[in-house]
């Protein structure tokens, strides 16, 4: 692992890898402890480089807050990063990330809507310091992905959009609080309070637990659902509430009601120590992401999963099958990258699912309904081509999100437990050995009249395949850090279609997410 505090030494650490390798970002403002832990691990997981930046950023503190005392630890941050697999830490001073002087610096400045409420009404220009240095951060390494904590949920609001509006080809990424055993949110600032006030401190995870429980109830009542909390939090007056609200996760608006999900919110301090939460109350269908190496079942399992428990098999390869399509028809070089970048973008895609296993997904393009256009030998023969190409990759990612945002399907591939669906509540990884993989394959082959190749050479072309697809740069196949493995090596179709259901009725009774 090295460490860089200047610009050119990063830059150029990174451009070696920048072509074909992704790179990770997960700002931080050291102190590094079990929360920081889960972002840089899921960041080492998921990319080939992982930055770590430590930075205590002067522009987020106001004048009465804890810049000063704020805890820095650079020598133990170094050991944990190095342990955990970081190629890089980038600690620079306030002059090399050109703020110096912070009165006379570009700023960025996010949203009113989103920074006038929840901390930003107790914190005037907070949020406005920490967009200004991730962008100044986003620029620097330009990471393919950025890890944040969903405990600074209305950062993680602000970064989304600030990437959103500033066009940034960087993928934004969320991981779920990290807590102590007794519930409380892990934070740098936890070591200011003593260990009273640590035990008073878990009034506020208790209070979102109770919110939660009404929740899974059927409360879905803005006045209710703040009334519980407030009423908990009552029975711990040493703790001085700032706010307590519920709004909408992304706009940051309160709402009255929770139609999809709401964000409940709860900020205040016990003694000298101001400390925050929160709890996404979600009311959607699961999303279940299985992925894995070619060969071991993917496709028909997910197919089966989808019909049992009734949830809806969200076929990406028809995607990809109906830009095929479209590229051949509009009469394009299947390798003019731009032009299919710009066609695809004009185009009107629609995907409408199967609503049983014996029927096909429609797929209607501009209009015109192409289902069985897509299935054609022609369209099949090209549509690995398509599917290598990264913009076609990104937008169709894209579509996919919106299919899978209100919950409800089942989705097979590479990288969805990782890259499309990373919020999925249930991750599968279906594996099976190259030799298991490669006999199922000889007795199709056989089963076919084409046998005449040895285990032995099919075992070496499957370990090839699993090579070249852990290896692209592009959609490479990943195991998610939170994805339960399920070896089909001496399972059954339906053996692995009943354990992936066990799966999932377990994690039904877990709620999904509890805290
Ligand atoms: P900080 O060093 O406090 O700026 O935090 C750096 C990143 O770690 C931010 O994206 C935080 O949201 C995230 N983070 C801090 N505490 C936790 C936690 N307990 N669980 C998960 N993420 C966290």
Not at 106 to 131: E, K
Not at 242 to 258: K, M, T
Not at 491 to 497: C, D, K, R
């Amino acid at each position: 692992m090295q460490i860089f505090t200047t610009i050119p030494g990063l830059r150029t650490f990174l451009a070696d890898y920048r072509h074909d390798r992704s790179i990770a970002l997960v700002p931080t403002m050291g102190a590094l402890h079990k929360g920081h832990a889960s972002l840089i691990r899921r960041a080492v997981a998921e990319a080939e480089i992982t930055v770590v930046s430590i930075f205590v950023n002067p522009l987020q503190f106001a004048p009465t807050e804890d810049f000063s005392r704020y805890p820095r630890s650079l020598d133990s941050d170094r050991q944990l990063c190095e342990s955990l697999g970081v190629a890089a830490i980038f600690a620079p001073s306030a002059e090399t990330l050109g703020i110096g002087d912070s009165e006379d610096i570009t700023a960025v400045i996010p949203p009113i809507s989103l920074t006038s409420g929840l901390c930003g009404a107790f914190r005037p220009g907070h949020f406005q310091g920490v967009a200004t240095i991730v962008t100044r951060l986003f620029n620097i390494i330009a990471p393919t992905i950025a890890y944040f904590g969903e405990k600074d949920a209305q950062q993680l609001a602000i970064i989304r959009q600030l990437v959103r509006d500033l066009n940034l080809a960087i993928e934004i990424r969320a991981c779920a609080t990290v807590r102590e055993t007794s519930g409380l949110a892990v934070s740098s600032r936890n070591q200011y309070l003593s260990t009273a006030e640590r035990e008073k401190a878990t009034i506020i995870v208790k209070s979102l637990q109770l919110a939660l429980e009404s929740f899974h109830l059927g409360e879905r009542q803005r006045e209710k659902l703040l009334a519980i909390v407030q009423k908990n939090l009552d029975r711990v007056p040493e703790f001085r509430c700032q706010y307590l609200d519920l709004v909408h996760p992304q706009s940051l608006q309160p709402i009255e009601q929770i139609e999809t999900d709401g964000l409940l919110a709860i900020a205040g301090s016990i003694g000298q120590t101001r400390l925050i939460d929160n709890i996404i109350l979600r009311q959607r269908r699961p999303v279940i992401a299985i992925d894995g190496p070619a060969g071991a079942g993917k496709s028909t399992v997910t197919r089966l999963v989808a019909e049992k428990l009734g949830l809806t098999y969200l076929d990406t390869g028809a995607m990809y099958r109906a830009v095929t399509w479209l590229v051949v028809n509009s009469g394009l070089d299947l390798s003019a990258e731009a032009a299919i970048a710009e066609l695809l973008s004009l185009a009107k895609i629609a995907i409408i699912p199967a609503d049983s296993p014996e029927n096909v997904t429609i797929v209607k393009i501009n209009g015109q309904d192409v289902t069985l256009e897509i299935r054609s030998p022609a369209i099949t023969a090209q549509v690995s081509r398509i599917a290598a190409q990264k913009a076609v990759r990104q937008q169709l990612v894209t579509l996919q999100r919106e299919m899978g945002m209100s919950g409800g399907i089942v989705v097979e591939g590479r990288d969805i437990g990782t890259n499309v669906f990373p919020e999925a509540e249930l991750k599968i990884f279906l594996t099976a050995t190259p030799e298991e993989r490669a006999r199922r394959r000889l007795k199709d082959l056989e089963a076919q009249g084409n046998g005449g190749i040895s285990l032995a050479e099919l075992t070496q072309e499957i370990e090839k395949r699993d090579y070249l697809d852990s290896n692209r740069s592009l959609a490479p196949l990943r195991k998610a850090a939170d994805a339960i493995e399920v070896n089909s090596d001496h399972l059954s179709i339906a053996e692995v279609t009943e354990k992936i259901i066990a799966l999932y009725h377990q994690g039904e009774e877990n709620q999904w997410r509890s805290l």
